[in-house]
């Protein structure tokens, strides 16, 4: 996978798409793990600042370490 588009060259489709991409659900969170490293939540909840365009892809993920 390619890295996160930047913001002030992509939408925010295009942003949410990345994230959807690179964070998929698999309805089975035993297995995945994603949502308990997202504190909870889903990848675009947990990377809503990045999607609106507010703070950037590794500024955003810098919370989740």
Do not use: Q, W
């Not at 942003?15 to 675009?44: S, T």
């Amino acid at each position: 996978m390619g890295s996160a588009p930047e913001i002030n060259n992509s939408t925010s489709e295009e942003r949410r798409a990345y994230i959807k991409k690179r964070f998929p659900c698999i309805a089975d969170c035993d297995m995945c793990g994603l949502c308990k490293v997202f504190h909870g939540k889903d990848a675009e909840t947990a990377y809503a600042d990045y999607i609106d365009g507010s703070r950037d892809f590794m500024d955003v993920s810098a919370d989740y370490k």
